[in-house]
T-cell receptor
């Protein structure tokens, strides 16, 4: 069964360092998302991406964050200069159609980011 | 803005017990409602959904009914199994994205 894969599963970094989280969405999907969950808190929407551009982003997704689809398969989230409060589980998701309409988002297992 | 609130966890039950996980929402309009489940070591996966008021979503013995009058979408299962141990997330659709609750951890003991 096709699945969304994320790497790394866990990354530890020093405050101020750049981090890139990678995702391989399901191959025929057109919509891509990043969500995050700070420990004990809600799963929060960060950004959605369609047709090689950001379609929506949340207030959390400030200038520190960027997304890219550098080739036909990968979808990356970059945090330019990490802060302690960026420590969270980051989930990538993809869907065939706009996820908000159907709700059928397919999620990866998540990448845990720890900022020291 | 739109939001989802779930009951606090963790919830611990014995096998074959009845499960209810409460979920209420605040939204303008009539969003679609969802339950996602995350089994240990896996990503979130869609469990069930309901797209309009009074709809009942069901899957794997789980059910939830879209109640407009109480703005609720409580998850129920008549007899839980150890394999149901997971984190359950209630969510609503909001203009092309999902808004999640904080998740409720369920632990089922044999």
């Amino acid at each position: 069964e096709p699945e969304v894969t994320q790497t790394p599963s866990h990354q530890v970094t020093q405050m101020g360092q750049e981090v890139i989280l990678r995702c391989v969405p399901i191959s025929n999907h057109l919509y891509f998302y990043w969500y995050r969950q700070i420990l004990g808190q809600k799963v929060e929407f960060l950004v959605s991406f369609y047709n090689n551009e950001i379609s929506e982003k949340s207030e959390i997704f400030d200038d520190q964050f960027s997304v890219e689809r550098p080739d036909g398969s990968n979808f990356t989230l970059k945090i330019r200069s990490t802060k302690l409060e960026d420590s969270a589980m980051y989930f990538c998701a993809s869907s065939e159609t706009s996820g908000g309409r159907t709700g059928e988002l397919f999620f990866g297992e998540g990448s845990r980011l720890t900022v020291l | 803005g739109n939001s989802v609130t779930q009951m606090e966890g963790p919830v611990t039950l014995s096998e074959e017990a009845f499960l209810t996980i409460n979920c209420t929402y605040t939204a303008t309009g009539y969003p679609s409602l969802f339950w996602y489940v995350q089994y240990p070591g896996e990503g979130l996966q869609l469990l069930l959904k309901a797209t309009k008021a009074d709809d009942k979503g069901s899957n794997k013995g789980f059910e939830a009914t879209y109640r407009k009058e109480t703005t609720s979408f409580h998850l129920e299962k008549g007899s839980v199994q150890v394999s149901d141990s997971a984190v359950y997330f209630c969510a609503l659709s909001d203009k092309g994205k999902l808004i999640f609750g904080q998740g409720t951890e369920l632990s089922v003991k044999p």
